[in-house]
């Protein structure tokens, strides 16, 4: 892989910066992922996503057909880079629309499926949220025990979910279910496509220790999912969940936020006075941010290299879970790091005028302590680097 990007790939980042110059508010610092879909911000999320819709950049790599443009998957995680690096909300269609459900609905879906739902997302129009987690089944996501039983045409639907993003905001959810509770357990899924309007949704937020409100459990009572809702095969949605899954740990979202953390930072210090110039020309000070500098680099190479895998119709499944544990582990060390520097600043909320760049960084390390869990744990990406990645036995 020549790690370059092309001439047209460097024009499209600038694109991308010089309409953000002239969209976003003067001094804006931009909102953390959770934070878009609280109440707080919801109305700009919704505003953002159909601006970026209008300029078909929701969807960049997906087919005109769907509503895309066809542009390269480098180009659409060039977008997301600049968006997320940016702090820009509505990127994402809820948790996963961009993201994973378009992209796994192109190559598993039906050709119903793809006309119903792409198009909605491509315009900005239709918000998803995930449903994986349980109380009883996290990081073992093939222990998950909400049931589907066929009923005719319709499965019907009992169970609970739980730390599903965006839930409270979103029209449908992409749920992953068990229709046959004697096979075992990565042979008895299957993923649904669900309605969120439909009689039996009932969600409830919860509210995260930064004072978020993105997290939401959901509880599904006898609710009525029609059969050409399947995506796939039934008892064989484990595989469907799998390609989402690579989809979702591609890495540049870490690398991202990472980058906007020391850029932050950088930005803090700048404006403490003699005591940031003090802090800055610190040896230790100094040598902790190239270290952190270097670890982004790193982190947004792994990133880019799973985009140009998938550009290549591969499908990078140890690859996606190094850029995950890497990335999500930085994404912790950088965060720590502001706040080592900082200090008991580093500690004081956005509400505070004491607060550095207006408390962000304090944001983004209470933000990164789920980072690890979320979308699969460190240790979890580790047993697949090892036994998929390295052939490594299972103990």
């Keep these: ?32 992922r959770e934070e878009q879909f609280d109440p707080e911000y919801w109305e700009t999320t919704r505003d953002m996503a159909k601006r970026l819709a209008a300029k078909g950049w929701l969807t960049l790599a997906w087919s005109p057909e769907y509503g895309g443009q066809g542009r390269s998957v480098i180009e659409q995680t060039i977008f997301q880079d600049e968006m997320m690096f940016s702090g820009v909300p509505g990127t994402t269609m809820g948790i996963g629309g961009t993201q994973w459900v378009g992209p796994t609905l192109i190559l598993s879906g039906t050709g119903e499926q793809k006309q119903m739902h792409l198009p909605p997302i ?12 349980e109380p009883g089944a996290g990081s073992d996501l093939a222990s998950l025990e909400t049931r589907a039983v066929r009923e005719g045409d319709d499965y019907v639907v009992n169970g609970q979910k739980t730390w599903s993003s965006a839930a409270h905001i979103a029209d449908w959810c992409w749920l992953a279910v068990r229709t046959d509770p004697d096979a075992p357990k990565h042979k008895g899924i299957s993923l649904l496509l669900v309605d969120m309007k439909s009689p039996g949704v ?4 919860i509210v995260n220790m930064a004072g978020t409100v993105a997290f939401n459990e959901i509880y599904f009572d006898n609710v009525r999912v029609p059969v050409r809702n399947l995506v796939g095969e039934e008892n064989k949605g484990w595989y469907v969940v799998a390609v989402a899954l690579d989809f979702e740990r591609s890495g540049i979202t870490y690398a991202a936020y990472s980058r906007k953390t020391l850029h932050l930072l950088y930005r803090a210090l700048s404006e403490a006075g003699q005591r940031g110039k003090r802090l800055a020309g610190d040896p230790v000070v100094r040598h902790l941010l190239a270290d952190m500098a270097i670890q982004v680099g790193i982190q947004r190479t792994f990133a880019y290299r799973v985009a140009w895998l998938q550009g290549q119709g591969q499908v990078p499944n140890q690859e996606a879970s190094v850029a995950k544990v890497f990335g999500s582990e930085t994404q912790q060390r950088v965060a720590a790091a502001g706040m080592r520097i900082l200090g008991l600043y580093g500690q004081i909320e956005d509400e505070s005028p004491l607060a550095p760049v207006s408390g962000r960084i304090e944001r983004q390390y209470l933000n990164s302590v789920s980072v690890t869990i979320a979308a699969g744990t460190s240790e979890i990406q580790r047993n697949i680097i090892a036994t998929r990645g390295l052939g490594l036995p299972r103990q």
């Excluded at 491509?122 to 987690?133: I, N």
């Excluded at 009932?202 to 937020?205: A, I, N």
């Design 1 to 32: 892989m020549d790690f370059r990007l092309t001439d047209q790939e460097e024009r499209f980042r600038e694109e991308i910066q010089t309409w953000l110059g002239d969209n976003l508010p003067d001094g804006w610092i931009g909102i953390d």
């Design 122 to 133: 491509a315009s900005g129009d239709r918000w998803w949220c995930t449903g994986y987690s």
């Design 202 to 205: 009932q969600v409830r937020p």
